[in-house]
């Protein structure tokens, strides 16, 4: 486990004004040309079975991924009560950022590609970052997420983007079209059929899977 210190978050009221500690699993593969940051979705954490099997399915790939906690415990407890947190897209936007910096530092990780895989909030998480940071960041993938939630940040994403809803997650997959027409970059919204949010039928997340893990390797190369 890595453990990494981040800065305050800015002008935020939901949380002491201090520096935190996040936990990180960091696995890369000897021949990754890149690596993958995941940004949990709402209520979750670095250890989401869905994640850890699509991470697999990169690691297989050979791309390298890093899985971490976007609150600290204390933050979960809080969150778990009001449930404000994870919906702070600003705040896990901000602390993507950060931990994408502490990447790109890292003697074994820093000429590596990099991309994003965001699961619900941490799409939108994972769009707001990547749009701060341009075209540093190779590749986007969100999973039954909600770009709708990155707002303005949409429209300047430089970062090839593929979006991945569940046929049956009615809501959510409205709000992907809308958000897919409003992103500028290299875009691609993939339905899986027959598919809920969660992606729990037989066979779906192994596609969400497939599809992430080749979006990836096509598109993550050294820095």
């Not at 004004?17 to 936990?23: E, I, S």
């Not at 983007?161 to 919204?189: H, M, Q, Y």
């Not at 066979?203 to 096509?218: I, K, M, P, S, Y």
Request: glycine fraction near 8%; charge should be neutral; charged fraction near 25%.
């Amino acid at each position: 486990m890595v453990r990494i210190r981040v800065g305050p978050a800015d002008n935020d009221s939901s949380i002491p004004a201090q520096t935190v500690t996040l936990d990180g699993d960091l696995t890369v593969p000897p021949t990754a040309a890149g690596i993958v940051l995941f940004a949990h979705g709402s209520g979750s954490s670095r250890l989401s079975p869905r994640n850890q099997f699509v991470a697999r399915a990169i690691r297989e790939a050979g791309v390298g991924t890093f899985l971490f906690d976007l609150l600290t415990r204390e933050e979960e407890a809080k969150d778990a009560v009001t449930g404000r947190l994870r919906f702070d897209i600003g705040l896990l936007a901000r602390r993507l950022v950060e931990v994408t910096r502490w990447i790109t530092n890292q003697p074994v990780t820093q000429k590596l590609g990099i991309g994003y895989f965001g699961a619900s909030t941490g799409g939108a998480a994972a769009l707001v970052a990547a749009a701060e940071i341009g075209p540093a960041i190779d590749a986007v993938v969100s999973r039954g997420g909600r770009p709708d939630l990155a707002s303005e940040a949409l429209e300047s994403v430089q970062s090839p983007t593929l979006l991945i809803v569940g046929e049956r997650d009615e809501t959510v997959l409205e709000l992907n079209r809308s958000a897919f027409d409003r992103l500028p970059c290299e875009k691609e919204l993939k339905v899986i059929t027959r598919a809920t949010h969660l992606f729990e039928e037989p066979g779906a997340l192994e596609q969400v899977a497939r599809l992430a893990a080749d979006w990836f390797r096509r598109r993550l190369r050294p820095r």
